[in-house]
């Protein structure tokens, strides 16, 4: 499969007042046609931050894009002008956001916000907008579609405004299509029927997904590949069976052992990751997992290892010590 | 464990919240049946898990249970007293023995008292320690937990969202109650401070011998911690079983749904389930369907489920489901 995304390097930095967060410290990954990539982080390890800076979402300031490449098709969208990154951002890659509470216009129609990339990319009329809008509504499964496109988000429920959400963001059929944690706001019920249909319009469309979240299990059945994140780096980057299996990254072991399974029946005290994450007040000079990780070593406090390639096909971790044997590499 | 004793019993419990039209002269035109008669015991030192989907009553269940709503009707019978009928004083002393713990560790303290006074007002408002011993309680209190006792003269703000939740812990704890009401006590926390706070509170249970009503949307957190799970569905629960049995032999179609739609955290299991996928969205508690709650989203549903209301019977020992057939748990995973 061809290559759609390469990400090089990226890093950004947020200005505050009490100093300059280092939110995203050289991040680089790349993403196949049709590949799902799941990125999974706790909250602030930048994993959302990443994605946005890739599109140039980020607030600035006072956030900035300090160093990177992110080649789309050969082009670098953080060099490209405005107007260049606008004919690419929901056309060709798309993002759904995660709170479909909020993330809609209140004052505007479902069917009008719908159909508003298609209208901007497309310079299509309203009548065909609107009608395209219908079709991608029944696809993501809203009854009565062309009924509902006169009504306002809150006459949705949080379950169908966040497909209403989902066929915003196909319909321009993009080639990469970000979720950022388009289910963590819905019950479990509703987050399955979202999964289902996100798996179903992969297998009819083809495109790439991204899907970025704080929950393992989601990212089981879905991912084909997984980027583990942790205080701005990617610390493990892995096929989503072996990194489930044969998790290398002493975080990445820990998070699995912190979940409860529910297909188990002896009872098993949850490994709890002691300490807190870290605040980036600072490019980390060595392994920012260090303060909180069992295996922690000298040459942890000094060095920050990077991705390195460990046993199985596209299995890298970014650790000096190897939790099997509990000595370095 | 020996012969179970009962430490609070719920019987039929209902909690209406009116709905009211007009401004000057306000009249009911409706009501919001958050509880709508929901029944079961509470065991001394055991877990309840209390689950269900966003406003199927969960949260209003246990405010009830601790009269922080009163009742529409029904009883809760703490050690031989009913709550609903307690008022004032006694209400007041009975209150030392329920505590909760409540769900968003940033709402839930007030950013204007440190942490000493925040832990310590429980004991000054029961009059149970003062002074130098509160403050020697509050220290305590404060290890117990796993954080430093000097952390007293600090503010919230100055805390992370998993430590905050250990300071509510705390604060929980002061009065030596009998039970807590535990509502999504992690459910704002990030995974890996998760699993610190729910071993905190089992290990409190088992050296301090409490009692919890575990309040959650997390299925797999449940099973983990509770001893008996009861699911929730639209105010009134639809089934009560042990933790190993509920999820073995699921009987009621909403329980059997919702398990099959939690996530696992495994590949090689992900691959090869079925999801039983629910159609539609819960019904407004306003206006709930007739007969069984669960039929306008039930595949099995039939012309009875909209006639009549199931019962909540008991299958098999200490398994109560509330409906008409007996649907056999095929749970798609194991």
């Known amino acids: ?329 | 464990m020996t012969e179970k004793q009962v430490l609070l019993k719920v019987e039929n419990l209902y909690k209406h919240f009116p709905i009211k039209k007009g401004i000057i002269f306000s009249r009911q035109t409706g009501a919001v049946h958050a509880v709508d008669g929901i029944s079961f015991n509470i065991y001394n030192g055991e877990t309840l898990g209390l689950v269900g989907e966003s406003g199927c009553g969960k949260s209003t269940t246990g405010r009830t249970i601790l009269q922080l709503y009163r009742p529409t009707s029904g009883s809760v019978f703490f050690e031989g007293d009913d709550l609903a009928k307690l008022k004032g004083e006694n209400l007041r002393r009975k209150r030392r023995d329920l505590q909760m713990i409540f769900q968003d560790p940033y709402a839930s303290l007030n950013p204007r008292m440190t942490v000493g006074q925040i832990i310590g007002e429980p004991m000054e408002i029961h009059g149970t320690y003062k002074g130098a011993a509160q403050t020697k309680r509050v220290q305590d209190l404060l290890q117990l937990v796993g954080l430093n006792g000097a952390f007293a003269n600090r503010y919230p703000h100055e805390f992370s969202g998993g430590q905050r939740q250990r300071i509510g812990v705390a604060r929980a704890l002061a009065l030596e109650p009998k039970l807590i009401v535990c509502d999504e006590p992690i459910s704002a926390l990030d995974v890996s401070i998760q699993a610190q706070v729910v071993n905190l509170l089992e290990d409190l249970q088992s050296t301090l011998g409490l009692t919890y009503l575990f309040i959650a949307h997390d299925l797999s957190m449940v099973r983990h911690i509770s001893d008996r799970i009861a699911v929730m569905y639209l105010g009134i629960i639809v089934e009560l079983a042990d933790r190993n049995e509920l999820y073995a032999n699921p009987r009621h179609p909403y329980t059997q749904a919702l398990l099959s739609a939690v996530p696992y955290p495994d590949p090689f299991v992900e691959e090869k389930r079925k999801r039983i996928i629910l159609e539609g969205d819960v019904p407004s508690p306003v206006n709930p369907p007739s007969g069984c709650r669960f039929r306008t989203r039930c595949q099995y549903a039939k012309e009875i489920c909209a006639e009549e209301k199931p019962a909540f019977r008991e299958i098999s020992k200490d398994h109560f489901v509330a409906c008409h057939f007996d649907i056999s748990g095929q749970q798609s995973a194991s």
Request: charged fraction near 25%; include cysteine; charge should be neutral.
């Open chain 1, 1 to 329: 499969m061809a290559e759609l995304l390469k990400v090089e390097g990226l890093e950004t930095h947020f200005q505050t007042r009490e100093g300059v967060i280092h939110a995203v410290n050289g991040v680089s990954f790349n993403l196949k046609e049709g590949e799902t990539l799941g990125i999974v982080g706790e909250s602030g390890c930048g994993k959302s931050v990443s994605m946005m800076s890739m599109l140039r979402l980020i607030p600035s300031p006072p956030g900035k894009v300090v160093a990177g490449k992110a080649l789309f098709e050969g082009n670098d969208l953080l060099t490209m002008n405005d107007e260049q990154i606008r004919n690419i951002r929901g056309a060709k890659i798309s993002v759904v956001f995660q709170d479909p509470m909020t993330s809609f216009n209140p004052v505007l129609t479902i069917g009008d916000q719908v159909a508003e990339p298609y209208r901007v990319h497309h310079k299509a009329g309203k009548k065909e907008a609107l009608d395209r809008a219908v079709k991608y509504l029944e696809l993501v499964g809203i009854p009565n579609a062309r009924e509902r496109l006169s009504d306002y988000p809150h006459q949705f429920s949080g379950g169908m405004r966040q497909r209403a959400m989902i066929a915003m963001g196909l319909i321009c059929e993009p080639q990469i299509l970000i979720a950022d944690e388009p289910t963590t706001a819905l019950d479990v019920t509703i987050q399955a029927q979202i999964i289902e249909l996100v798996k179903r319009l992969r297998d009819e469309l083809g495109m790439a997904i991204i899907w970025i979240t704080h929950d393992l299990g989601i990212i089981a059945g879905l991912a084909d590949r997984v980027n583990v994140m942790y205080g701005g780096h990617i610390i493990e980057t892995a096929p989503v069976k072996d990194i489930y299996k044969n998790p290398q990254h002493p975080y990445t072991i820990g998070l699995l052992g912190s979940l409860p399974r529910m297909d188990e029946t002896e009872y098993r005290r949850l490994t709890s990751i002691d300490g807190l994450p870290p605040i980036l007040l600072e490019k980390p000079s060595y392994c920012p997992f260090e303060p909180r990780c069992r295996y922690a070593k000298e040459r942890c406090r000094k060095e920050n290892p990077g991705l390195k390639q460990v046993e199985g096909d596209g299995h890298f971790t970014a650790c000096w010590v190897n939790p099997k044997t509990g000595k370095e590499y």
